[in-house]
Each structure stands twice: as C-alpha cells, then as structure tokens.
C-alpha cells in the first residue's frame, strides 16, 4: 500500500506568516491527492483536491501544488482561525489513505 | 443541501457488534460513491472502506477485513456500517463521507457529524 507522509507534524506561525506543509507518498500518485482541514471536535473540511484545485467557499488564502510523489499546502497569510490539523488524503483508489496530520497552532 | 446524519452514539463490550448508520439527502444517491472513515480519540483520520450506492459492493481496508460489512439501502438512501468483534481499540468518532463522484477516484467534499462509539466492559 503506498504510505502518505506528512512534515512537519506540528507547527507554531504568526498571524500574517506564510505556512507551508508537505506530503510525501511512497508511489506516485499522480494529481491525486487533497487537503482537508480539522478544527477541534470538528468534522474535516475539503480545502484541495486534484493536488491544486481549491475546494468551492474555501478561502483563497489557501493554496495546493504538486504531482506524482510530492505535495506542499501552503497558507500565504495566516489567520487565527486556521489553527486546526491538516491532513493530506491520496484517493486513486483503495485503500484511501491519509497523512498522519500536521497540527497547527497561532502563536 | 446535502445532508449525511448519522445515528446517535454507542456503547458496546468488548466482543460486542455496532451498526451505524448515515442517512443522505439533498442529491441523487447513487450518482456518489460513500466511504467509511474514523478517527481514534487524539489520533489522525482513518479510511475504513468504500460502497458503491449503485450496485452495492463495498471495498474494505485490509486492517478490518472479516470484520466489517457495508450496506445500502436504496429504498432510504442510506448506508451501514456494521463492525462485529469490537475491542477498546475501536473506540473512535466513525464518520460516513461522500466523495465528490461515483468512480473511486475523487475527494470527499460531504462529512456526516460522527458517530461516537465507545467500546468499554
């Protein structure tokens, strides 16, 4: 099964940083891949899908690049309520497998 | 709008089975594939298996083969969830998720709200 492999798994920013999380699958998965986004006792949220393409209502602050093996999430402007955990998601096919989740916290 | 609402939540012994449920509206059911995902108390997110709401058949993670059965009913336009043989490691929020096409191969844009199910003697 291809493994998803996300870094860091925790992140401290400022409100205005630029943020920048990665996804690395262990086979490539062509555009494959998307972004969700967890508040606390919150139901995931889709940010990306297809590796770039923004999810319709989410914020364009939010961007998604990539292709094959490697993925970057980035958030150009960090805002107080984008503290959550992001989790990368493959969905060529079974099994549908997540990153493990980056938390991010506003210092 | 789109609406997945699932059953309340479940305490079960050790051993025990649980069936929840996900109830959709807002869509024509069978034009999307609906998936099963949970997620442990503090832990990430977990993908359990797949069901096509055409046909029926349902694809399960290798982890809970033998374990797990997945059902529709047209009729209702709802999906099971049935875990037999549980353990405290299957104490987790079990999520029922749409995926945005009837192929296998897209993201999940709709969440049900979870459904706790504690596994405790």
């Known amino acids: 099964d291809i493994q998803m492999t996300q870094s860091p798994s925790s992140l401290s920013a400022s409100v205005g940083d630029r943020v920048t999380i990665t996804c690395r699958a262990s086979?490539?998965?062509?555009?494959?891949l998307a972004w969700y986004q967890q508040k606390p006792g919150k139901v995931p949220k889709l940010l990306i899908y297809?590796?770039?393409t923004l999810q319709s209502g989410v914020s364009s602050r939010f961007s998604g690049s990539g292709s094959g093996t490697d993925f970057t999430l980035t958030i150009s402007s960090l805002q107080p309520e984008d503290a959550a955990t992001y989790y990368c998601?493959?969905?060529?096919?079974?099994?549908?497998?997540f990153g493990q989740g980056t938390k991010l916290e506003i210092k | 709008q789109v609406q997945l609402v699932q059953s309340g939540a479940e305490v079960k012994k050790p051993g025990a089975s649980v069936k929840v449920s996900c109830k959709t509206s807002?869509?024509?059911?069978?034009?999307?594939?609906l998936h099963w995902v949970r997620q442990a108390p503090g832990q990430g997110l977990e993908w359990m298996g797949i069901?096509?709401?055409?046909?029926?058949?349902?694809t399960y993670a290798q982890k809970f083969q033998g374990r797990v059965t997945m059902t529709r009913d047209t009729s209702t336009s709802t999906i099971y969830l049935d875990l037999s043989g549980l353990r405290s490691e299957d104490t987790a929020v079990y999520y029922c998720?749409?995926?945005?096409?009837?192929?296998?191969?897209?993201?999940?844009?709709?969440w049900g709200q979870g459904t706790l199910v504690t596994v405790s003697s």
């Open positions: 998720a749409r995926e945005q096409g009837s192929s296998g191969r897209y993201s999940f844009d709709y």
């Open positions: 807002g869509y024509t059911f069978s034009s999307y594939y």
């Open positions: 069901i096509s709401t055409t046909g029926g058949s349902a």
């Open positions: 086979q490539g998965i062509s555009n494959f």
């Open positions: 297809a590796a770039s």
């Open positions: 998601q493959k969905y060529n096919g079974a099994p549908y497998t």
